[in-house]
């Protein structure tokens, strides 16, 4: 049987896939308590992301990063929270780290163009 910080992560990643943000934070945050989990906290950086709060998403992010440093979105995301915080260097870092995971694909073109502007 399911206690209720799975039923809470069941919960928030369905809202989460379905863009439904505002309501994916608290029960992701609940789910969390009962075990870390990356695509749980990829997601939860993804919801903080898609509500302007960008520099809860590069914790969420990077503690997802952490736990799975194989997942080309969780770098995607994270990349584009520290750009829009300005942390430009780092931004870079994790579109580069996305681009090993990632190398071909119409994502990896969009990341190669993005870091282009940037310089590099």
Known sequence: MANEFDKAMAEGLLA???SKWAKAIPLLQKGLKGR???TALRELGKAFYNT???AKAVDE?????KLNDRDPETYLYLGM??????RLEEA?????RF??????GA???EITAVLENMGR
């Open 36 to 38: 870390p989990d990356a």
């Open 92 to 96: 870079r870092r994790a579109y580069k």
């Open 81 to 86: 929270a520290l750009s829009d915080l300005d």
């Open 16 to 18: 989460a896939r379905t």
């Open 61 to 65: 992010l990077q503690s997802a990063a």
């Open 107 to 109: 994502r990896a073109k």
């Open 52 to 54: 302007s709060k960008a």
């Open 99 to 104: 681009l090993v995971i990632e190398p071909t």
